[in-house]
């Protein structure tokens, strides 16, 4: 196969594949013909989604991801979302240094919903699952590798000299005999060149960027406010919405009156919508947010709930409670019979709430229908599905409907739907826009309390764990029941994340690493409460749980918490050792004298392949927790970018200690829920910031995720220095010291 080169609108010259430049679907092969990018990718059977892609080879064609202009700049085009956790450099970064490019000179972009950017494990694009450099880390830097080739061969071919005397350095070919040529200048020739079909990396020890603390590339736009994201796109004509959602989830209209919010200046229509869970809204169409929100408080509307389950947290918890008092779906088998006559005993109940994801800039997307065609701008983490979702919500078929990924300002999963919520929202306020006579862009937006209170929380949870220990402090039964809503059943993912009962993601993260024998099972409860995976999923819960009670089985053993752990490691798991380690070594754990009223924490945990440990430091002022130090050993196995990665930490270190906080709880009475912004709904506070110190194990294997793993550790180790503060063990996120 051979490649042609066009030139952009921007005056870029860009690699196109033999099927054409009309669609990017038309670059992605499924064989191994020859010309592009062949990888290669097979899950290892123990992944929790394994079976979500097939083992594949996929030939890509360097033109879908790198783009070189004639003043040498070259720009990238990210298969994710970027909001917030550094794709828009690392992917870059991968690909410039295989490319030898000049990094003042690497741009980014990212990518529409295409075929040839799903995930390469997924086979899905999606940002998600800590897999961005995980997953595409080989696919970029082959990308790059091909590219360089293809210029090399290029300035070779104008000097009539073998490709294997020229060498690169910051996007110049130099070639024997003094000769130079910057890669944008050979774009255009290399571009008419065959695609190599086979490239050698570099090793590592080659590596100019790949390792090293290397400056995000939209740093200066987001510090300087310059930056674009979903709440700033507007499209010539772009009229703002807004909706009135029912207060009961999946609750109907039983009547309404828009007089007064029609008599709103600026207001253009008030319409019934379909919304979310079978339900109706109505929503408010005008000039801008202001008046269309205004129109939104002046309309009135009776609801009709009387189909719809109404939730209650206090009623719920005492259920969910009383449920983990029976054996669930067996996740995990083991021997408890000598539970009874154990030496010691530890039993445990454990509350966790829902959750929010509230991110900085709430849900938005804009969207232009047309007869034949969709146009949609919205933070996605989820571009196939909601590509297909809102294909299917207009009546057109997914390759009518082109979605520009736009920046986003945080996530956390929640742009990441199953059901597409808010994008099949906003297609059918477009509809319905459409069939009241109207044209042009509608820009759905939601406000904070809409975020808040919209649903697709992290679900709530009871834990009930019973655990023997022998006289010489050796657990020898640990029976342990897990109560809590799916998260996957009912979508596209529970065929294989649910199996024999039990939902994946409630389970993830128990018994691992520590070699006990643990008896684990599962309640799949149900209420009228959307749910969703949250930063780090299960491990949001399941990590306190198993780090607050291996820390409490130490103290019963009499031994010290980190000794103990390193005890119960089982010996395979070596990065566990080599994080906590780190760790302790780092923050003086054991050598090092506190300030009097102050203690120390650990906890150490595995989530998206990468294992974080913590040491903190707290104390209890006026019967309140404050925390002081965090001190993290990651093991990452090879950091492509330090900076990037301490910058993960610290934010997931604030984000678990937000769990932590008085407040921090969605609640539910007679379904509605009872929290709408940030002055009931907690979140740290920049006050609240620990000093976080993050300390990187040195490795040479492939890197593995860094957006979650930060999270599950931070809550269980403040626990833990809370307790030999106060000799209270603390049962429930967030806090209460008090009731403890």
């Given at each position: 196969?051979?490649?042609?080169?066009?030139?952009?609108?921007?005056?870029?010259?860009?690699?196109?594949?033999?099927?054409?430049?009309?669609?990017?679907?038309?670059?992605?092969?499924?064989?191994?013909?020859?010309?592009?990018?062949?990888?290669?990718?097979?899950?290892?059977?123990?992944?929790?989604?394994?079976?979500?892609?097939?083992?594949?080879?996929?030939?890509?064609?360097p033109n879908a991801f790198v783009r070189v202009a004639?003043?040498?700049?070259?720009?990238?085009?990210?298969?994710?979302?970027?909001?917030?956790q550094g794709v828009h450099t690392a992917l870059p970064?991968?690909?410039?240094?295989?490319?030898?490019?000049?990094?003042?000179?690497?741009?980014?972009?990212?990518?529409?919903?295409?075929?040839?950017?799903?995930?390469?494990?997924?086979?899905?694009?999606?940002?998600?699952?800590?897999?961005?450099?995980?997953?595409?880390?080989?696919?970029?830097?082959?990308?790059?590798?091909?590219?360089?080739?293809?210029?090399?061969?290029?300035?070779?071919?104008?000097?009539?000299?073998?490709?294997?005397?020229?060498?690169?350095?910051?996007?110049?070919?130099?070639?024997?005999?003094?000769?130079?040529?910057?890669?944008?200048?050979?774009?255009?020739?290399?571009?008419?060149?065959?695609?190599?079909?086979?490239?050698?990396?570099?090793?590592?020890?080659?590596?100019?960027?790949?390792?090293?603390?290397?400056?995000?590339?939209?740093?200066?736009?987001?510090?300087?406010?310059?930056?674009?994201?979903?709440?700033?796109?507007?499209?010539?004509?772009?009229?703002?919405?807004?909706?009135?959602?029912?207060?009961?989830?999946?609750?109907?209209?039983?009547?309404?009156?828009?007089?007064?919010?029609?008599?709103?200046?600026?207001?253009?229509?008030?319409?019934?919508?379909?919304?979310?869970?079978?339900?109706?809204?109505?929503?408010?169409?005008?000039?801008?947010?202001?008046?269309?929100?205004?129109?939104?408080?002046?309309?009135?509307?009776?609801?009709?709930?009387?189909?719809?389950?109404?939730?209650?947290?206090?009623?719920?918890?005492?259920?969910?409670?009383?449920?983990?008092?029976?054996?669930?779906?067996?996740?995990?088998?083991?021997?408890?019979?000598?539970?009874?006559?154990?030496?010691?005993?530890?039993?445990?109940?454990?509350?966790?709430?829902?959750?929010?994801?509230?991110?900085?800039?709430?849900?938005?997307?804009?969207?232009?229908?047309?007869?034949?065609?969709?146009?949609?701008?919205?933070?996605?983490?989820?571009?196939?599905?909601?590509?297909?979702?809102?294909?299917?919500?207009?009546?057109?078929?997914?390759?009518?409907?082109?979605?520009?990924?736009?920046?986003?300002?945080?996530?956390?999963?929640?742009?990441?739907?199953?059901?597409?919520?808010?994008?099949?929202?906003?297609?059918?306020?477009?509809?319905?826009?459409?069939?009241?006579?109207?044209?042009?862009?509608?820009?759905?937006?939601?406000?904070?309390?809409?975020?808040?209170?919209?649903?697709?929380?992290?679900?709530?949870?009871?834990?009930?764990?019973?655990?023997?220990?022998?006289?010489?402090?050796?657990?020898?039964?640990?029976?342990?029941?897990?109560?809590?809503?799916?998260?996957?059943?009912?979508?596209?993912?529970?065929?294989?994340?649910?199996?024999?009962?039990?939902?994946?993601?409630?389970?993830?993260?128990?018994?691992?690493?520590?070699?006990?024998?643990?008896?684990?099972?599962?309640?799949?409860?149900?209420?009228?409460?959307?749910?969703?995976?949250?930063?780090?999923?299960?491990?949001?819960?399941?990590?306190?749980?198993?780090?607050?009670?291996?820390?409490?089985?130490?103290?019963?053993?009499?031994?010290?918490?980190?000794?103990?752990?390193?005890?119960?490691?089982?010996?395979?798991?070596?990065?566990?050792?080599?994080?906590?380690?780190?760790?302790?070594?780092?923050?003086?754990?054991?050598?090092?004298?506190?300030?009097?009223?102050?203690?120390?924490?650990?906890?150490?945990?595995?989530?998206?392949?990468?294992?974080?440990?913590?040491?903190?430091?707290?104390?209890?002022?006026?019967?309140?927790?404050?925390?002081?130090?965090?001190?993290?050993?990651?093991?990452?196995?090879?950091?492509?970018?330090?900076?990037?990665?301490?910058?993960?930490v610290q934010g997931a270190a604030l984000m678990g200690?937000?769990?932590?906080?008085?407040?921090?709880?969605?609640?539910?009475?007679?379904?509605?829920?009872?929290?709408?912004?940030?002055?009931?709904?907690?979140?740290?506070?920049?006050?609240?910031?620990?000093?976080?110190?993050?300390?990187?194990?040195?490795?040479?294997?492939?890197?593995?995720?860094?957006?979650?793993?930060?999270?599950?550790?931070?809550?269980?180790?403040?626990?833990?220095?809370?307790?030999?503060?106060?000799?209270?063990?603390?049962?429930?996120?967030?806090?209460?010291?008090?009731?403890?």
């Amino acid at each position: 196969m051979r490649a042609e080169w066009f030139k952009s609108a921007a005056g870029a010259a860009t690699i196109a594949g033999a099927a054409g430049v009309a669609s990017r679907r038309g670059f992605l092969k499924a064989s191994a013909a020859a010309g592009g990018l062949v990888l290669g990718f097979v899950l290892p059977g123990g992944s929790r989604l394994a079976r979500a892609a097939e083992a594949k080879a996929v030939v890509y064609a360097p033109n879908a991801f790198v783009r070189v202009a004639p003043d040498n700049t070259v720009t990238v085009i990210v298969n994710r979302l970027e909001f917030g956790q550094g794709v828009h450099t690392a992917l870059p970064l991968v690909i410039a240094d295989e490319l030898d490019a000049d990094w003042r000179q690497m741009r980014s972009e990212l990518a529409p919903a295409a075929d040839v950017y799903k995930d390469p494990v997924f086979g899905m694009q999606i940002t998600g699952g800590s897999g961005t450099i995980a997953h595409s880390f080989t696919q970029y830097r082959e990308v790059g590798a091909r590219a360089r080739a293809m210029l090399v061969a290029a300035a070779a071919q104008q000097w009539k000299v073998d490709p294997s005397q020229c060498r690169t350095a910051k996007g110049i070919v130099f070639g024997p005999a003094g000769q130079k040529a910057t890669y944008g200048a050979l774009a255009e020739a290399a571009g008419k060149l065959p695609v190599p079909e086979t490239v050698t990396l570099k090793d590592q020890k080659q590596f100019a960027y790949i390792g090293k603390p290397m400056p995000r590339i939209d740093a200066r736009a987001k510090s300087t406010g310059r930056q674009q994201f979903g709440l700033d796109v507007k499209p010539e004509g772009t009229k703002v919405a807004v909706v009135a959602h029912p207060p009961v989830f999946g609750a109907k209209v039983a009547k309404f009156d828009a007089a007064k919010a029609k008599g709103v200046r600026g207001v253009i229509d008030v319409l019934e919508i379909p919304v979310d869970r079978g339900g109706r809204g109505i929503a408010v169409i005008a000039d801008g947010y202001w008046p269309a929100k205004q129109g939104r408080d002046a309309l009135d509307i009776a609801w009709d709930t009387s189909a719809v389950d109404k939730a209650d947290s206090a009623q719920q918890l005492a259920q969910f409670t009383e449920l983990s008092k029976t054996q669930g779906a067996v996740s995990r088998q083991a021997d408890v019979s000598q539970l009874a006559g154990a030496a010691k005993k530890i039993s445990a109940v454990y509350e966790f709430p829902y959750l929010a994801h509230a991110p900085m800039e709430p849900i938005n997307c804009t969207v232009d229908l047309k007869d034949d065609s969709c146009t949609l701008w919205v933070g996605s983490q989820f571009q196939t599905g909601d590509q297909a979702a809102a294909a299917a919500t207009a009546g057109l078929k997914p390759e009518q409907v082109t979605l520009h990924t736009v920046m986003a300002g945080g996530g956390f999963g929640r742009r990441a739907v199953p059901t597409s919520d808010f994008v099949v929202e906003a297609v059918n306020i477009a509809k319905a826009y459409k069939a009241a006579g109207h044209s042009g862009p509608v820009k759905m937006i939601w406000s904070r309390e809409d975020d808040i209170k919209g649903g697709y929380y992290r679900p709530s949870h009871v834990h009930r764990a019973d655990i023997g220990l022998d006289g010489q402090g050796n657990i020898v039964a640990w029976n342990h029941v897990i109560v809590g809503q799916s998260i996957a059943a009912g979508t596209p993912f529970e065929g294989f994340m649910v199996k024999n009962g039990v939902d994946a993601t409630m389970v993830e993260g128990m018994g691992e690493p520590y070699d006990v024998p643990l008896n684990l099972s599962a309640h799949t409860a149900k209420a009228n409460v959307p749910v969703l995976w949250w930063r780090s999923v299960g491990s949001t819960h399941t990590a306190f749980v198993m780090e607050t009670l291996i820390d409490e089985a130490a103290h019963a053993a009499s031994m010290d918490p980190v000794a103990y752990r390193k005890k119960l490691i089982d010996a395979k798991h070596v990065r566990h050792h080599a994080a906590l380690d780190l760790a302790v070594a780092k923050s003086g754990y054991g050598r090092k004298k506190l300030p009097k009223g102050h203690a120390f924490g650990v906890a150490v945990h595995e989530s998206f392949g990468t294992v974080v440990a913590y040491v903190v430091e707290a104390s209890v002022k006026d019967g309140a927790p404050k925390l002081h130090k965090v001190t993290a050993g990651v093991h990452c196995n090879l950091a492509v970018n330090p900076l990037t990665i301490e910058a993960q930490v610290q934010g997931a270190a604030l984000m678990g200690l937000g769990t932590t906080l008085p407040g921090a709880a969605i609640t539910l009475k007679d379904g509605i829920v009872e929290q709408q912004n940030f002055s009931d709904y907690v979140v740290a506070r920049m006050h609240e910031m620990p000093q976080v110190e993050v300390h990187i194990v040195p490795s040479d294997a492939p890197p593995t995720g860094m957006g979650e793993p930060g999270l599950p550790p931070l809550a269980p180790a403040f626990a833990n220095a809370l307790f030999t503060l106060t000799g209270k063990r603390l049962r429930k996120l967030p806090f209460d010291l008090a009731a403890a």
